[in-house]
């Protein structure tokens, strides 16, 4: 018994060594921005690159002189409304797509999944347009109503995968002793699939957060976003990569924190269905 264990104890301990490495490898680029957030400009942009340096939070007083904390408050109104709203809406499209399937069903989820197929740069024209024309250019707002229409695809496709693990025996059970369409949803089905929320809503977040190309193209100074804040490190003078770190670092924590907070949900969610 001993010997048969040895070959899948050693086994499992490569995959463990092969893991650990996978995620230093990935984790490498967050730690050297991190610590050139900690340098001089000079000695962050020496070549080759240096690892042992004084260290300086020069970069990081430059980045807060330049009034970071509105750019912060808009990424945050933004991503936390438009996550919220998309949750609200794609609850119970996903509602009717799993436990309750309406006609056509897979039509409608094809037409959801559609509306990802087409390129981000092919809309930007008339969402400006049609911005401009009601005079909502440099409003958080209307990044609220693309983020929200930019996540519910992905939002509805997640949850109707999460929705679909409920056991109809719970809803009928429900529906027989009198419960009405509301309380079933809010007293069984959002218990049961909270993790699948948690890893949905997160997603949506980070994708909000991190989003650029409609925050660069319709928003000025009254509803930057913080990845606006940092292209404004990179000018003609020439690239200041210490403080670019030092803002990239700061930038970063709100997602960081969130993760840290909901990962144990977010890994719940993300296994719902993956055992049968």
Not at 246 to 272: C, Y
């Amino acid at each position: 018994m001993t010997t048969r264990s040895r070959p899948a104890d050693t086994a499992g301990g490569l995959w463990t060594v092969l893991a650990w490495l996978a995620g230093l490898l990935f984790f490498l680029p967050v730690l050297w921005m991190v610590l050139t957030g900690f340098k001089r400009e000079v000695d962050a942009a020496s070549n080759p690159p240096s690892w042992f340096f004084s260290p300086a939070l020069d970069g990081y007083r430059q980045v807060f002189d330049r009034d970071l904390l509105p750019y912060l408050l808009n990424s945050m109104t933004a991503s936390v409304v438009s996550t919220l709203l998309v949750l609200v809406l794609a609850t119970p499209a996903a509602y009717a797509l799993s436990i309750r399937p309406v006609e056509r069903w897979r039509d409608v989820l094809f037409f959801f999944i559609s509306t990802k197929m087409l390129p981000v740069v092919a809309a930007l024209l008339p969402i400006y347009l049609l911005v401009k024309q009601v005079g909502m250019l440099d409003n958080i707002w209307t990044m609220v109503v693309l983020y929200t229409a930019m996540n519910l695809p992905l939002a509805v496709w997640m949850m109707r995968s999460f929705l679909l693990e409920v056991p109809t025996a719970l809803i009928e059970a429900a529906a027989m002793d009198g419960a009405s369409l509301l309380v079933t949803i809010r007293r069984i089905l959002l218990p049961i699939v909270a993790p699948g929320l948690a890893a949905t809503a997160l997603i949506c977040f980070i994708f909000s957060w991190n989003e650029f190309f409609f925050a660069v193209n319709l928003t000025a100074t009254r509803a930057g976003t913080a990845p606006i804040f940092l292209v404004g490190f990179v000018t003609s003078e020439g690239l200041f990569l210490a403080r670019l770190c030092a803002a990239a670092t700061i930038v970063s924590l709100p997602v960081v924190l969130a993760g840290w907070i909901a990962q144990k949900q977010l890994v719940r969610g993300l296994s719902m269905g993956a055992v049968k």
